[in-house]
């Protein structure tokens, strides 16, 4: 290793050493002259003589030279300047290669950067590797007393929790915002290691603090440098300010999760997921076999609910919080197998890139043959020029990479900025890293090589005395290799104009489609009280009917309502066996359930197609009701009338008759791609429902002009409540974002692909013009009108299209079927409109891309074409 | 590489053990290593400066030796060498080396 060092040091001063080593020689030679001049020689003669004696010093000077020397780099060195002269002498060229791979390595290396960010970046926590994420009896969280029991029973190094999806109102001034907030135990911080910026962690004792996030900090208390130990009123309560986090923090959950805040999870009613730092050297599974063991001891303590037989040990799950294992759990499948594709999508379009590197070094190669074949006859050997060659495509490559990191570093910059409609805030942090940089430098090397590997073989294959004797014009039917570049270009970007014609169709799909409630003339108003304000049920009710009269007397509303969850927005979903009075047989379904106030469906347009809607009069006390959606009704009731009938949940006991009143007709509930889903809708004023988070929904003809009002007339009701008010279309954000993302990532990369593909079209065609100006002209000449000449051009465009999209379609048809996955169910993928719209825009930019040199080939003029050489 | 050329006439690799040997005593410039190895072999051993150089240099890279410039006996600019710590080990290595083979040779010899 020192060794290396020395030789590279050596490599940085060789001029010195040359003079060093001269200085040396003379050194000896006049020593010995001194010696003999001693014995009695006369100096000249003696400086001769010692000169004799030393020997050819030119040799010894090539030997102490070449104990210094690192050969492969030095000539890697010479060829890279080599390479670098014969780039400055051809600069269209150069920028033409370095342009198409710096498009294609930009966007692959950002892909890869945003894959590395969403699935490989490590939370903010000290040793992820012994963090663990752990559920129990098949819930995603537990409640505190089961929490508490399964800390103290000390089975790992420590066990805290965490609630991601809780809200809170933070008073400042004379107004409320609500906050998204990470609810933590006390002890969260301490066991998973969090580190902060500024201040301490929350520690166990603390009591009401509160750390805040980088963000907060600075977007909403202007970066204060003294608001440790400041309050915040949160709730109505004083949080004391603990600490700040890091810019560059991120939650364990990741996918760029952001919360305002961190407060801890002291209500008795809060639920945590749980997160375990394992000993030193516990495997997971060792940890699974602990956490079962302690959950057979807790259904002792707290009996799980759900009936006979059923185990908090059931259904229990230890998920590493990063890396591999990660992503192989069964929710994160959909999100990797999207970035896989991704992945090698820009895969696609970065090989495209490198053909058309290769396509203009092999033009080059055939313009250069007799300088290599001259090369060749005066004893270089073929691996020395291949050489020589490929340092050509690695300085190209490494100028393309060195553009497309620009180019990365500016969209990596780009996405972190984005703010996605998303109800949870989210934030990227995409830094390059020394992740970025091995896979860049691989990225650089394989490109070369996919580049320049073929073209230096081909270029030094035939033999000296052919090369040497034809001319460059002479040479015929070396199209060829060109040809089936341009062929393998334009049929991987079929492929790629497919996948991203199939996403933006989705897209449109998406947009187009009706949720199945009127989105154009709802508006959504969201208060979320403080809920240590509201301790009864009846507070909470009469703030709800005291809104519901205000909304429903304002001008332009016609209708008002209150729903437990807004759809498209949040989900609620149950699993239960059902059994109905015309069926003994209970069955078990998963549909969504929603609890809705009186005249619900009349705000938000959806049709009620038997029976009636909730009325005021379905109260606590009166026999409970249902209403139910076409889906729900067909798999109860089959196609009776289920208006009148009652069903009953058998599990844990058996339930009191549930009387069906009205069929809805079906909606969308959570995404826009789901498909038949079954929904029971509960009246709202006869569930045990005191929430804190009140969606009212208001019917207006003319949404945008009363949302103020509406904001106004609510915070008159209580100043602390936060309030938050928008049309529905604004809130639908969320559930067009998939396909939007979809289309916008896909769509580009297919238009990148089609970009590249056409230069390489065009580039191929423009050669061929011009190797052939000799033959346009002569055929000119001999009176061939322009036609036939653009005939000719055309019929070799049509040639290589005609290939590349036949190619290319039938690799589409097969390669495009697994994307069904990420496509709403009415969108197939061999739908023969998307490939029909493939073609057509292939066609119309291989036209464009045919023209140019369809336009030279008619100009030519004979005169000049022949005397050209 | 070259390095078939460089090795002297007797036995091969015996080079850098006596140059390493000849610099044990304290820093030396080339042409007095060469001298002073002539003079203890009672001129029988001459190091051609053909490959005397290249050998130190190899040695220098190899990191026996350190070089540095200084002023000779007779106030010339000259180039010292000197041993390293790698380099005294080496030397140790390649006599303790030398004397088995040596020992091995004359066992042989005196046998037949």
Same mark, same amino acid.
């Given at each position: 290793?020192?060794?290396?060092?020395?030789?590279?040091?050596?490599?940085?001063?060789?001029?010195?050493?040359?003079?060093?080593?001269?200085?040396?020689?003379?050194?000896?030679?006049?020593?010995?002259?001194?010696?003999?001049?001693?014995?009695?020689?006369?100096?000249?003669?003696?400086?001769?003589?010692?000169?004799?004696?030393?020997?050819?010093?030119?040799? /010894?000077?090539?030997?102490?030279?070449?104990? @210094?020397?690192?050969?492969?780099?030095?000539?890697?060195?010479?060829?890279?300047?080599?390479?670098?002269?014969?780039?400055?002498?051809?600069?269209?060229?150069?920028?033409?290669?370095?342009?198409?791979?710096?498009?294609?390595?930009?966007?692959n290396?950002?892909?890869?950067?945003?894959? /590395?960010? =969403?699935?490989?970046?490590?939370?903010?926590?000290?040793?992820?590797?012994?963090?663990?994420?752990?559920?129990?009896?098949?819930n995603?969280?537990?409640?505190?007393?089961?929490?508490?029991?399964?800390?103290?029973?000390?089975?790992f190094?420590?066990?805290?929790?965490?609630?991601?999806?809780?809200?809170?109102? @933070? #008073?400042?001034?004379?107004?409320?915002? %609500?906050?998204?907030? *990470?609810?933590?135990?006390?002890?969260? =911080?301490?066991?998973?290691?969090?580190?902060?910026?500024?201040?301490?962690?929350?520690?166990?004792?603390?009591?009401d603090?509160?750390?805040?996030?980088?963000?907060?900090?600075?977007?909403?208390?202007?970066?204060?440098?003294?608001?440790?130990?400041?309050?915040?009123?949160?709730?109505? #309560?004083?949080?004391?300010?603990?600490?700040v986090?890091?810019?560059n923090?991120?939650?364990?959950?990741?996918?760029? =999760?952001?919360?305002?805040?961190?407060?801890?999870?002291?209500?008795?009613?809060?639920?945590?997921?749980?997160?375990?730092?394992?000993?030193?050297? /516990?495997? *997971?599974r060792?940890?699974?076999?602990?956490?079962?063991?302690?959950?057979?001891?807790?259904?002792?303590?707290?009996?799980?609910?759900?009936?006979?037989?059923?185990?908090?040990?059931?259904n229990?799950?230890?998920?590493?919080?990063?890396?591999?294992?990660?992503?192989?759990?069964?929710?994160?499948?959909?999100?990797?197998?999207?970035?896989?594709?991704?992945m090698?999508?820009?895969?696609?379009?970065?090989?495209?890139?490198?053909?058309?590197?290769?396509?203009?070094?092999?033009?080059?190669?055939?313009?250069? %043959?007799q300088?290599?074949?001259?090369?060749?006859?005066?004893?270089?050997?073929?691996?020395?020029?291949? &050489?020589?060659?490929?340092a050509?495509?690695?300085?190209?490559?490494?100028?393309?990479?060195?553009?497309?990191?620009?180019?990365?570093? @500016?969209?990596?910059?780009?996405?972190?900025?984005?703010?996605?409609?998303?109800?949870?805030?989210?934030?990227?942090?995409?830094?390059?890293?020394?992740?970025?940089?091995?896979y860049?430098?691989?990225?650089?090397?394989?490109?070369?090589?996919?580049?320049?590997?073929?073209?230096?073989?081909?270029?030094?294959?035939?033999?000296?005395?052919?090369?040497?004797?034809?001319?460059?014009?002479?040479?015929?039917?070396?199209?060829?290799?060109?040809?089936?570049?341009?062929?393998?270009?334009?049929?991987?970007?079929?492929?790629?104009?497919?996948?991203?014609?199939?996403?933006?169709?989705?897209?449109?799909?998406?947009?187009?489609?009706?949720?199945?409630?009127?989105?154009?003339?709802?508006?959504?108003?969201? *208060?979320?009280?403080v809920?240590?304000?509201?301790?009864?049920?009846?507070?909470?009710?009469?703030?709800?009917?005291?809104?519901?009269?205000?909304l429903?007397?304002?001008?332009?509303?016609?209708?008002?309502?209150?729903?437990?969850?807004?759809?498209?927005?949040?989900?609620w979903?149950?699993?239960?066996?059902?059994?109905?009075?015309?069926?003994?047989?209970?069955?078990?379904?998963?549909?969504?359930?929603?609890?809705?106030?009186?005249?619900?469906?009349?705000?938000?347009?959806?049709?009620?197609?038997e029976?009636?809607?909730?009325?005021?009069?379905?109260?606590?006390?009166?026999?409970?009701?249902?209403?139910?959606?076409?889906?729900?009704?067909r798999r109860?009731?089959?196609?009776?009338?289920?208006?009148?009938?009652?069903?009953r949940?058998?599990?844990?006991?058996?339930?009191?008759p549930?009387?069906?009143?009205?069929?809805?007709?079906?909606?969308k509930?959570?995404?826009?791609g789901?498909?038949?889903?079954?929904?029971?809708y *509960?009246?709202?004023?006869?569930?045990?429902?005191?929430?804190?988070?009140?969606?009212?929904?208001?019917?207006?003809?003319?949404?945008?002009?009363?949302?103020?009002?509406?904001a106004?007339?609510?915070?008159?009701?209580?100043?602390?409540?936060?309030?938050?008010?928008?049309?529905?279309?604004?809130?639908?954000?969320?559930?067009?974002?998939?396909?939007?993302?979809?289309?916008?990532?896909?769509?580009? /990369?297919?238009?990148?692909?089609?970009?590249?593909?056409?230069?390489?079209?065009?580039?191929?065609?423009?050669?061929?013009?011009s190797? &052939?100006?000799?033959?346009?002209?002569?055929?000119?000449?001999?009176?061939?009108?322009?036609r036939?000449?653009?005939?000719?051009?055309?019929?070799?465009?049509?040639?290589?299209?005609?290939?590349?999209?036949?190619?290319?379609?039938?690799?589409?048809? =097969?390669?495009?079927?697994?994307?069904?996955?990420?496509?709403?169910?009415?969108?197939?993928?061999?739908?023969?409109?998307?490939?029909?719209?493939v073609?057509?825009?292939?066609?119309?930019?291989?036209?464009?891309?045919?023209?140019?040199p369809?336009?030279?080939?008619?100009?030519?003029?004979?005169?000049?074409?022949?005397r050209?050489? | 590489?070259?390095?078939?050329?460089?090795?002297?006439?007797?036995?091969?690799?015996?080079?850098?053990?006596?140059?390493?040997?000849?610099?044990?005593?304290?820093?030396?410039?080339?042409?007095?290593?060469?001298?002073?190895?002539?003079?203890?072999?009672?001129?029988?051993?001459?190091?051609?400066?053909?490959?005397?150089?290249?050998?130190?240099?190899?040695?220098?890279v190899?990191?026996?030796?350190?070089?540095?410039?200084?002023?000779?006996?007779?106030?010339?600019k000259?180039?010292?060498?000197?041993?390293?710590?790698?380099?005294?080990?080496?030397?140790?290595?390649?006599?303790?080396?030398?004397?088995?083979?040596?020992?091995?040779?004359?066992?042989?010899?005196?046998?037949?």
């Amino acid at each position: 290793m020192k060794e290396i060092l020395r030789r590279l040091a050596y490599l940085r001063r060789r001029n010195r050493f040359n003079r060093e080593l001269d200085d040396e020689i003379e050194f000896h030679v006049q020593m010995r002259a001194d010696e003999l001049e001693k014995a009695g020689m006369p100096q000249t003669e003696a400086v001769r003589r010692a000169r004799r004696e030393f020997g050819s010093s030119v040799r /010894m000077r090539e030997q102490t030279r070449a104990a @210094w020397q690192i050969h492969w780099l030095e000539d890697l060195l010479s060829d890279l300047r080599y390479a670098l002269r014969a780039l400055r002498r051809n600069p269209g060229f150069a920028a033409a290669a370095i342009f198409s791979l710096a498009l294609g390595i930009g966007a692959n290396t950002t892909i890869f950067s945003l894959t /590395m960010e =969403f699935l490989f970046s490590q939370p903010s926590c000290r040793d992820p590797q012994t963090l663990a994420s752990m559920q129990i009896g098949g819930n995603s969280h537990a409640y505190m007393p089961h929490y508490r029991f399964l800390r103290d029973a000390h089975i790992f190094e420590g066990l805290a929790g965490s609630n991601e999806e809780s809200e809170s109102n @933070w #008073r400042f001034g004379n107004d409320t915002y %609500r906050l998204q907030v *990470m609810r933590v135990t006390e002890n969260f =911080f301490h066991v998973v290691g969090v580190p902060v910026a500024m201040g301490r962690p929350m520690e166990p004792g603390d009591g009401d603090v509160v750390v805040l996030s980088d963000r907060f900090w600075r977007a909403r208390l202007a970066a204060d440098p003294n608001v440790l130990g400041k309050a915040l009123v949160i709730d109505g #309560r004083p949080y004391t300010v603990s600490g700040v986090l890091p810019r560059n923090h991120r939650t364990v959950l990741g996918f760029g =999760f952001a919360p305002e805040l961190y407060l801890p999870a002291s209500r008795e009613s809060d639920i945590v997921a749980l997160i375990a730092r394992l000993p030193e050297g /516990m495997s *997971m599974r060792a940890a699974y076999a602990r956490l079962v063991a302690a959950c057979k001891q807790l259904d002792k303590v707290y009996p799980p609910d759900w009936g006979p037989g059923s185990s908090w040990a059931n259904n229990v799950e230890v998920v590493p919080v990063a890396g591999m294992e990660r992503l192989k759990s069964l929710n994160m499948i959909p999100f990797t197998a999207f970035f896989g594709m991704l992945m090698i999508v820009v895969g696609l379009v970065l090989l495209i890139a490198c053909a058309n590197v290769s396509s203009l070094l092999l033009a080059r190669a055939s313009a250069r %043959r007799q300088e290599l074949a001259i090369r060749l006859a005066i004893g270089a050997g073929r691996g020395r020029i291949v &050489r020589q060659l490929l340092a050509e495509s690695l300085l190209l490559a490494l100028l393309g990479t060195c553009a497309g990191l620009v180019l990365n570093l @500016w969209l990596s910059g780009v996405m972190n900025r984005v703010q996605l409609p998303l109800p949870i805030p989210m934030q990227l942090l995409i830094q390059p890293d020394w992740r970025l940089l091995l896979y860049s430098m691989a990225v650089a090397l394989v490109s070369a090589l996919a580049a320049g590997l073929m073209p230096a073989l081909k270029a030094t294959r035939e033999g000296v005395s052919t090369a040497l004797k034809l001319t460059d014009r002479q040479v015929g039917g070396r199209w060829t290799l060109r040809n089936a570049l341009v062929v393998g270009q334009l049929a991987v970007s079929v492929v790629l104009l497919t996948t991203g014609f199939l996403f933006v169709r989705n897209m449109t799909k998406v947009m187009s489609m009706s949720p199945g409630f009127d989105a154009e003339h709802t508006v959504w108003a969201y *208060m979320r009280l403080v809920p240590e304000k509201y301790t009864t049920v009846e507070q909470n009710r009469s703030v709800i009917s005291n809104a519901l009269s205000e909304l429903r007397a304002m001008p332009g509303v016609g209708a008002a309502s209150i729903a437990g969850v807004v759809p498209l927005n949040d989900n609620w979903v149950n699993m239960l066996d059902i059994r109905t009075d015309l069926n003994d047989q209970p069955i078990r379904l998963r549909f969504h359930n929603n609890n809705v106030g009186p005249d619900y469906f009349r705000t938000m347009g959806i049709p009620i197609l038997e029976g009636r809607e909730f009325v005021l009069s379905d109260q606590k006390g009166s026999p409970e009701v249902a209403i139910i959606n076409e889906n729900m009704s067909r798999r109860l009731f089959g196609e009776r009338n289920p208006v009148g009938h009652t069903f009953r949940y058998t599990a844990p006991t058996l339930s009191a008759p549930v009387t069906v009143v009205g069929v809805a007709k079906n909606s969308k509930y959570f995404t826009l791609g789901e498909e038949n889903p079954l929904a029971l809708y *509960m009246a709202y004023f006869q569930a045990d429902l005191s929430t804190a988070n009140l969606h009212f929904l208001v019917r207006a003809s003319r949404p945008q002009d009363v949302v103020k009002e509406i904001a106004q007339t609510m915070g008159r009701l209580d100043a602390s409540a936060a309030i938050e008010v928008k049309p529905m279309r604004d809130a639908m954000g969320f559930a067009f974002l998939p396909s939007r993302i979809g289309a916008a990532l896909l769509g580009s /990369m297919g238009l990148l692909g089609l970009a590249l593909a056409s230069i390489g079209l065009y580039g191929v065609l423009a050669y061929a013009v011009s190797r &052939r100006i000799r033959e346009i002209g002569l055929r000119i000449a001999l009176g061939a009108d322009s036609r036939a000449i653009v005939g000719m051009v055309v019929r070799q465009s049509l040639s290589l299209v005609i290939i590349g999209v036949a190619i290319g379609l039938g690799i589409a048809v =097969f390669a495009t079927r697994p994307l069904a996955m990420f496509l709403v169910p009415e969108l197939s993928p061999t739908d023969p409109a998307t490939f029909l719209g493939v073609v057509g825009v292939l066609v119309a930019v291989a036209v464009a891309a045919t023209l140019g040199p369809a336009l030279r080939a008619v100009r030519v003029d004979p005169m000049t074409a022949l005397r050209y050489e | 590489m070259a390095q078939e050329s460089t090795i002297p006439e007797f036995l091969p690799g015996t080079l850098y053990m006596l140059v390493l040997r000849t610099l044990a005593r304290g820093p030396l410039h080339g042409y007095a290593i060469s001298r002073r190895i002539k003079e203890s072999s009672e001129d029988a051993l001459e190091i051609e400066e053909g490959s005397l150089y290249p050998a130190l240099n190899r040695m220098l890279v190899k990191g026996w030796l350190t070089a540095e410039w200084g002023i000779s006996e007779n106030h010339r600019k000259a180039r010292f060498y000197q041993l390293t710590e790698d380099g005294r080990r080496q030397l140790e290595r390649e006599s303790s080396q030398f004397d088995r083979l040596i020992r091995a040779i004359q066992l042989v010899m005196r046998s037949a």
